[in-house]
């Protein structure tokens, strides 16, 4: 039996919940996987994993062998890095996740240079706005706006964007232009329901907040919803300049109650928790820092 290859396997089920899970992420069937347990266990003379019909945990014994497990597979990939020579680049597969929109504006467009400066490396991006199980999914690092729901995560901040209210020049012919954040409750606002979203808006100026419901006849749960109902000039939003940095530079929508102050939205690299972010990992949120620092304000 592959030592390493079995702590690898012993890892994975750990940190993906079943046998099943563990499969699919290492790309193996689920008799591979359990039998390859129970010749750990076999070999070492001593249980790891406890099953039930809530599912696996381990042993005091299996919990002190995945994390050394997990330090010395983290320990063996730094050290093949290491070996290669700095013009070989990065290789083997990359899994990121990321929010739709941003991804499609910020990151796919710009993608290419980092693909060619290490052309053994695969990426796999899945794009969702919902905060996926990083570890279930096999994600090397998550690029998640807003609030963490997790403290415990290995997380870094690497962004941030303002906030504006947002419409189309002919939304605002049609209804007007607020002057100030008590004149939206007289507009229609496209209201985002996921988290960080909602018909409560916060702003400030000079030291004072103002809190405003909105309301409105369309409520989208992703980004690319918002986007499609305000450049189809149904309402106005509260949105990041990231999720429309091509109409703010072209002038498809503009900004309104410029001197008010809403809440930015901050940018992070999560990565699984427990585990050491990859050198992989690490080069890709360089380079998405890089990305955002060229595209300015």
Request: charged letters at 25%; a neutral charge; glycine letters at 8%.
């Amino acid at each position: 039996m592959d030592r390493m290859a079995a702590m690898e396997t012993f890892v994975s089920v750990v940190e993906a919940g079943s046998f099943s899970a563990a499969a699919r992420r290492l790309g193996l069937g689920q008799p591979a996987v359990s039998k390859s347990i129970a010749q750990m266990e076999q070999n070492l003379g001593v249980r790891l994993l406890l099953r039930s019909t809530r599912g696996l945990t381990t042993t005091d014994a299996g919990q002190r062998f995945y994390e050394h497990a997990r330090r010395a597979i983290e320990e063996a990939d730094e050290a093949e890095l290491a070996a290669r020579s700095a013009s070989a680049g990065l290789s083997g597969k990359l899994r990121v996740t990321a929010a739709v929109t941003f991804a499609r504006l910020h990151i796919l467009p710009a993608l290419k240079p980092f693909l060619d400066q290490h052309p053994q490396l695969d990426i796999d991006i899945a794009l969702d706005d919902r905060n996926i199980d990083l570890l279930e999914e096999g994600i090397d690092v998550a690029l998640r706006m807003g609030l963490l729901d997790d403290s415990a995560m290995t997380a870094r901040r690497i962004g941030q964007s303002p906030r504006r209210v947002i419409g189309t020049p002919r939304y605002f012919e049609q209804a007007g232009i607020p002057q100030t954040p008590a004149d939206l409750s007289r507009h229609q606002a496209i209201v985002y329901s996921q988290r960080g979203g909602g018909e409560s808006w916060s702003f400030s100026q000079n030291g004072s907040e103002v809190a405003v419901v909105v309301a409105g006849r369309v409520r989208v749960s992703a980004a690319e919803g918002m986007r499609a109902a305000v450049l189809s000039d149904m309402g106005l939003a509260v949105a990041s300049e990231w999720m429309f940095s091509p109409e703010l530079a072209d002038g498809k929508v503009r900004t309104v109650l410029t001197d008010w102050k809403l809440p930015p939205i901050d940018l992070w690299a999560v990565f699984p928790s427990g585990r050491l972010a990859t050198s992989k990992a690490r080069a890709f949120v360089a380079f998405v820092e890089e990305v955002l620092a060229n595209a300015g304000p």
